[in-house]
Nanobody, 121 residues
Framework: EVQLVESGGGLVQAGGSLRLSCAAS????????IGWFRQAPGKEREGVSCIRGSDGSTYYADSVKGRFTISSDNAKNTVYLQMNSLKPEDTAVYYCAARPHCGSSFIFGSWGQGTQVTVSS
């Protein structure tokens, strides 16, 4: 069973940093892509970043390019999202999910509880 658990969220001032973690189990990391998503109050969930397990290729939404960095530790089955220069508009619940590839809207398993990121101005 595909399971992913997010952690690392918190309250930070604008300009600050946070590192989110996504601990995965139930599948072989190399065969999947892991994406980070976020959902702000009253808005739809949006893709933030993605990493392809097979070769480490990464993708970013324009809104976070240059500020966020996705990485993975395949030995630990964990994906990280380093978030720097945070802005109030980054405030959201952040989720991770396993996908067939970074361009797919399909996710394996179900959405977890996510981790709340709040950026104060």
């Amino acid at each position: 069973e595909v399971q992913l658990v997010e952690s690392g969220g918190g309250l930070v001032q604008a300009g600050g940093s946070l590192r989110l973690s996504c601990a995965a189990s139930g599948f072989t990391f190399d065969d999947y892509a892991i994406g980070w998503f976020r959902q702000a109050p009253g808005k739809e969930r949006e893709g933030v970043s993605c990493i392809r397990g097979s070769d480490g290729s990464t993708y970013y939404a324009d809104s976070v390019k240059g500020r966020f960095t996705i990485s993975s530790d395949n030995a630990k089955n964990t994906v990280y999202l380093q978030m720097n220069s945070l802005k109030p508009e980054d405030t959201a619940v952040y989720y991770c999910a396993a996908r067939p590839h970074c361009g797919s809207s399909f996710i394996f398993g179900s959405w977890g509880q996510g981790t709340q990121v709040t950026v104060s101005s």
